[in-house]
């Protein structure tokens, strides 16, 4: 039962970005298999379980030991391998007791224990290397955001083409229509819309006309716009965001488990207590055998097994339970990190709202003109064939609400301004508030303070209407952050690089008080490490990669199933459903998974306690020991397994 806890969560979890994987027709099982420790873990437990199988159907004993015999080498030498590191470092670990341990149970006949401690630890060691294999490779990543070659223009205005990363400050830069800005600078002339999401996490794009600034890696729109760099590309802010989450995740990776860390003394109190139970009777005058045979009775039962799998059944039954439900979490610390989280801070766009603008308020300037309907229309032709995200969400809205689009002739998209196009006898346009000549109408100021993205409908040089657009929240957003509220100690924060009024509309809709907005990549840091000085455990959620330092940062961080590459990598866990509701209940089930391996520490180390004891001033005979030591570990095993029922998940989800 024990090994099928271990088989159960090797099949359930892919700590690698699994849907990113399988479209790349790299499969999940591909990724694990290509770890080196995940298939010497698995030829030990293949081995392993034809020795059991050998022994228990009567085979010759040289069949079975010899099966035994090569579990051991192909399980062992791992661990073997990572004491002896240890050994020279003057640590004294698990691993090495491990190993120590498995030789002696072979010394007095008892080699099927011996090789069931070597699975146990060569599974675990092989999950623990699989979920922090590419770390490396995720922040690697990010420097694709921006571009391989600029366009620089001389003094003499010719342009030619040079490595990007050669751009020096004072440069100037021409960038034309769907192309990466190649550094981070100041525009010099050229009006255009840039989509920042990438850095800021602004889901709509924003007009950058002369003298705005412009972040390397960002995508340029339908305009040219001629640029001069302000940062060497070395500090530009794509840059900066990939020095902050190596920086993090260096840090992060120095934790451990809560068993891993009593590991030192205990392993060194065991070897201790194993030479002096030889050496002293030895001294007095004690026969070998006996002596070797008490000694080797006493480190197996004082062996850490149980307490192992005290640990990590629960942790992995929670990881196997999640990925069944949309949840990938990448190793059993992430979830003791989980369940210690006392506050949440949350991305805006793409987290508590689609990523996807929604048309939710059309107002008639002259109804007496041109009524609701009409307007709704005429704006929907003229943008039937842009490409621009809000003119989709127009259209979309106009189809949805079964309104005929009529045919549009000479159709124009203006960078920073709009579109335009005749419609039957009119001329319309749907501009920006950028790109409007005259006064601003004052309900499109109203939109805007209300943190909606305002359009004005233009019909023959007439503003007749104004279309109001935000990002549509999740249906379950208001129901998670309450949730959120209920299990921690501190109510969510909403950390964005949204403009303010956007965000503020949002938080007034989901319930959230604590508002930050229009935030760089280092400020999300910055506001997470004074979340985290003031006494929390930050959990942070997000989708972008301009979320990947503060995730890299907090305590522990989930992504959103439809982020970047870098954010799926950075993430100690994925909502692969991406689903927000699944949020608290994966919370709710860590901590249940925590209480859990109290009850199970208690259990083992009760057990563990008495056998010792028995051992050192009683006569404990060895098939007992063997059998007090397995049957504790049994138990604390199926108690960390029934974390794996259906019925825990929904008991967490409920709570």
């Known amino acids: 039962m024990t090994l099928t806890a271990f088989e159960v969560a090797a099949r359930e979890v892919s700590f690698d970005r699994v849907p990113l994987r399988a479209a790349r027709g790299m499969s999940w ?43 051991y080498l192909a399980g062992g030498w791992g661990p073997a391998w990572a004491g002896a590191q240890a050994l020279r470092n003057k640590a004294l670990d698990v691993d090495l007791l491990m190993i120590v341990a498995a030789i002696g149970a072979v010394a007095i006949g008892q080699i099927f224990d011996g090789a069931l401690l070597i699975v146990i630890f060569a599974t675990s060691g092989a999950l623990d290397e699989v979920a922090t294999k590419h770390t490396a490779d995720s922040v690697k990543s990010l420097m694709n955001l921006a571009p391989d070659e600029a366009v620089l223009v001389d003094g003499a205005g010719d342009e030619r083409v040079v490595p990007a990363d050669q751009l020096a400050v004072g440069d ?76 993090a995740s260096a840090t992060k990776a120095q934790a451990q488990l809560l068993v891993e860390k009593i590991e030192q003394r205990y392993s060194m109190g065991v070897v201790a207590a194993t030479v002096a139970l030889i050496a002293i009777p030895l001294m007095l005058g004690s026969a070998v055998q006996p002596a070797l045979l008490r000694a080797m009775t006493f480190m197996i039962v004082a062996s850490p097994c149980a307490v192992v799998l005290a640990t990590m059944p629960p942790l992995l039954s929670v990881i196997a339970n999640a990925g069944r439900h949309g949840i990938l979490v990448k190793s059993a610390v992430v979830v003791e990190r989980l369940a210690d989280t006392s506050i949440v801070a949350l991305d805006k766009t793409g987290t508590l709202t689609c990523g996807m603008p929604r048309l939710t308020a059309v107002e008639a300037l002259r109804p007496e003109l041109i009524d609701v309907s009409r307007l709704l229309e005429l704006a929907a032709a003229a943008e039937q064939f842009s490409e621009h995200p809000l003119g989709r969400a127009i ?79 999740r249906c379950d957003a208001v129901d998670s952050v309450a949730a959120l509220t209920e299990l921690t100690s501190g109510p ?67 992504a959103m199933g439809a982020g970047s590459d870098l954010t799926l990598q950075t993430a100690d866990a994925v909502t692969v459903s991406d689903e927000l509701h699944t949020i608290p209940t994966i919370i709710g089930l860590a901590r249940q998974a925590r209480r859990v391996v109290i009850a199970n520490l208690a259990l083992a180390g009760s057990f563990i306690t008495v ?4 051992d050192l001033f009683g006569q404990l005979p060895l098939p007992l020991g063997v059998a007090g030591h397995e049957g ?7 108690n960390g397994m029934r974390l794996l029922s259906n019925r825990t998940w929904r008991s967490a989800a409920a709570r």
């Open 29 to 71: 099982r591909a990724a694990l298999w290509s770890v080196l420790s995940v298939r010497w873990a698995t030829v030990a437990l293949a081995l392993f379980l034809a020795g059991a199988g050998a022994q228990l159907t009567g085979a010759q004993t040289a069949v079975w030991w010899m099966l035994y015999l090569g579990c």
């Open 172 to 247: 100037r830069v021409v960038v034309r229509p769907g192309e990466r800005m190649p550094a981070d600078g100041v525009v010099l002339s050229g009006t255009s819309e840039v989509d920042q999401c990438s850095i800021t996490g602004e889901s709509m794009p924003v007009v950058k006309v002369t003298g705005d600034e412009v972040f390397a890696g960002t995508v340029n729109g339908s305009g040219v716009l001629r640029l001069v760099v302000t940062r060497d590309p070395s500090h530009s802010v794509a840059a900066r965001i990939v020095a902050l989450v190596s920086e």
């Open 395 to 473: 259209v979309r809205e106009a189809r949805r609400g079964g309104v005929a689009i009529p045919a549009a002739d000479d159709f124009r998209a203006v960078p920073g301004r709009g579109v335009r196009a005749t419609v039957g006898p009119d001329f319309v346009e749907v501009c920006s508030p950028h790109g409007f000549g005259g006064m601003l109408p004052g309900e499109v100021t109203g939109l805007i303070d209300a943190g909606a993205t305002a359009a004005i409908v233009v019909v023959n040089g007439l503003a007749v209407g104004v279309l109001g657009l935000t990002d549509e929240i």
């Open 492 to 558: 969510p924060v909403l950390l964005t690089g949204d403009n303010p009024g956007a965000a503020r509309l949002v938080a007034r809709d989901t319930g959230i008080v604590d508002v930050r907005a229009g935030l760089l990549p280092e400020q999300k840091v910055a506001a997470v490490r004074e979340l985290q000085a003031g006494g929390h455990r930050v959990l942070v959620v997000g989708d972008g990669v301009n979320d990947a330092p503060a995730m890299a940062t907090a305590s522990v961080s989930m």
């Open 611 to 614: 056998l010792v004891l028995w």
């Open 632 to 638: 504790s570990t049994l138990l604390v095993a199926l």
